[in-house]
């Protein structure tokens, strides 16, 4: 027996999704069936497919009480719409089922850990008292996927809420408790990171763990991680897994003040993704980021050892997983959450997307981020074309124009090979524009000198209040730059220099507007190879 709200949520979600044309729809990254999407929740492989739930609020294209919206998907491209899995409908999480993750248990049934908001406990701000609850598939799932039928229905635990805030730390603040990220160690036994603020203004914000014998009976261990150093309020939704033999803890920090050492390009304000990478003592629960010599003697960058995930201007709440291959993939919300809300109420009847998942791998201890080598099989329409130049008048490409592209691009200057590293450039600035028409365009520029990338949507359809350009220092190469840009309908995710930075982007230029125009000042040299995405591979 499903709730009334549950039943309600997948009649509205059926009726009205089906009003949703496919244009209205990105090609290949995934968007809510209906109305409004947030976080990716418990992103997973099991029964034969990836599973993917996502914040959802299925009746307007604004934030509201939050569900969990369902898509599966054979290759992390294509994905198929599950009915809602979840409604806020109990005493423990009417006021939203928040974010969490997922889990297959030894007897085959999948198991989410999710975080529920009490719509009667309310502090004087308006907050809602905030718990963790369970969820489990009513039956196992097998390999072949026979049991992931939409009759396997999860079920919110009898036991619920298994951690409250008596389950706190001293300090730690029971509104502002969420997002668990759970994991199953070598003995058997279950852990999960939890984000939390505490309220003493030294600490600021704790990733608190916690354990389980059997997913269900948790206790609080210990505080994982804490920042004193206040770089922001709530280090939202937690990611703690390993790559190599090293540990990375990624989370998604509200509110961040701190300032690069050479002028915000790094973490600018607001709300940031950030990771470290570091050693995990598994015996003694004690998780050590490392930081270079270099990073060590800077007194003036708080944060050194402290990376952005991706520095574009819409990434957020990433969660990462393990592929049955042993990759560790990841995929975040493509949208800045404090711009979410500003589009007008019936302007869209879906709104937000999901990133392309990442395969994730490190070198020098940095995070490389690479689109899943899956959406290769949607390519269709290679064109490439070595040696274009470029200089002050725009240019465009005859074969090169459209909105839904895979671009892999080389800029280096003219008469020099990728590897000079002469401080001397053939051309002072580089200027890509791509969803452009006479009057918009979404705009991508490169500083050889200076070795900034900016990308600059202000002339791209966007409400005035939000934020319209980003820079970035990027690895000094002698005026040459690696590139692959994804681009589907209203999105661009730029790859830079082989996957050690990414910047993700949207913007709402006209779907007409699918000119790509070049433009160097001196004279600049591309290589290019594009291919078209096809929905239907
Ligand atoms: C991050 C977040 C999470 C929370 C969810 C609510 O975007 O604020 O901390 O669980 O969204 O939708």
Redesign the pocket.
């Known amino acids: 027996m499903i709730s009334k709200e549950l039943a309600a949520a997948r009649e509205y979600e059926k009726r009205k999704s089906a009003e949703v044309t496919e244009e209205e729809r990105p090609v290949y990254h995934l968007s809510p069936l209906i109305g409004w999407l947030?976080?990716p929740?418990g992103f997973s492989y099991y029964g034969g497919k990836y599973h993917l739930f996502y914040?959802y609020h299925p009746y307007s294209s604004h934030?509201g009480p939050?569900h969990w919206g369902h898509a599966v998907s054979d290759d992390l491209v294509r994905w198929e719409y599950r009915q809602a899995a979840m409604a806020p409908d109990t005493d423990y999480d009417g006021a939203?089922c928040?974010?969490?993750s997922a889990i297959t248990m030894p007897d085959g049934r999948q198991l989410l850990m999710?975080?529920g908001?009490d719509p009667e406990n309310l502090d004087p701000d308006g907050r809602w008292r905030?718990t963790q609850c369970i969820a489990v598939s009513e039956k196992p799932v097998t390999d072949d996927g026979a049991e992931m039928d939409e009759t396997n229905e999860f079920i919110k635990y009898e036991g619920n809420p298994v951690l409250t805030g008596a389950d706190l730390p001293s300090g730690g603040d029971p509104y502002e408790f969420?997002?668990p990220y759970i994991w199953r160690t070598k003995d058997g036994s279950y852990r999960s990171i939890i984000?939390n603020a505490n309220r003493d203004e030294s600490k600021a914000t704790q990733l608190c763990l916690y354990s389980s014998p059997d997913g269900f009976e948790w206790k609080f261990d210990k505080v994982l991680f804490e920042d004193s150093r206040h770089v922001g309020l709530?280090w939202?939704?937690p990611n703690f897994f390993s790559i190599d033999d090293r540990q990375i803890l990624i989370a998604?920090p509200?509110d961040m003040e701190v300032e690069d050492a050479e002028g915000s390009i790094r973490f600018p304000k607001g709300?940031n993704v950030c990771y470290m990478v570091g050693d995990y003592d598994e015996a003694e629960e004690v998780f050590t980021p490392h930081q270079s010599a270099a990073q060590e003697k800077s007194e003036k960058d708080p944060v050194a050892s402290y990376h952005p995930v991706d520095c574009g201007l819409d990434f957020?709440?990433p969660q990462v997983m393990t592929a049955p291959d042993g990759r560790r993939i990841m995929i975040g919300?493509m949208q800045d959450?404090s711009m979410g809300n500003l589009h007008g109420e019936d302007e869209f009847r879906i709104f937000c997307q999901m990133t392309v998942p990442r395969e994730l791998t490190l070198r020098n201890e940095r995070l490389i981020q690479r689109p899943v080598r899956e959406l290769e099989s949607y390519w269709s329409g290679r064109v490439r074309l070595a040696s274009i130049e470029t200089g002050p008048d725009e240019r465009s490409i005859e074969e090169i124009y459209g909105r839904t592209l895979d671009i892999e691009l080389e800029l280096r200057p003219a008469e020099q090979t990728a590897e000079d590293e002469s401080e001397e450039c053939s051309y002072s600035s580089f200027s890509m524009k791509f969803a452009a028409d006479d009057e918009h365009c979404c705009e991508l520029i490169y500083d050889p000198q200076r070795s900034i990338l900016t990308i600059d949507r202000s002339r791209s359809g966007q409400n005035d209040e939000m934020t319209k350009r980003r820079s970035i220092r990027v690895r000094r190469r002698g005026g040459s730059l690696d590139l692959r840009i994804l681009l589907d309908r209203w999105s661009a995710e730029i790859f830079i220099n082989g996957g050690e930075q990414v910047m993700s982007v949207t913007y709402y230029t006209p779907i007409e507007a699918d000119r790509i125009t070049f433009r160097s000042e001196g004279k600049a040299v591309l290589d290019i190879s594009s291919h078209k995405i096809a929905a239907d591979a």
């Open positions: 947030n976080d929740n914040q934030w939050m939203g928040f974010s969490g999710y975080t908001c905030q969420r997002d984000a709530m939202e939704c998604s509200m709300n957020y709440a919300w959450p």
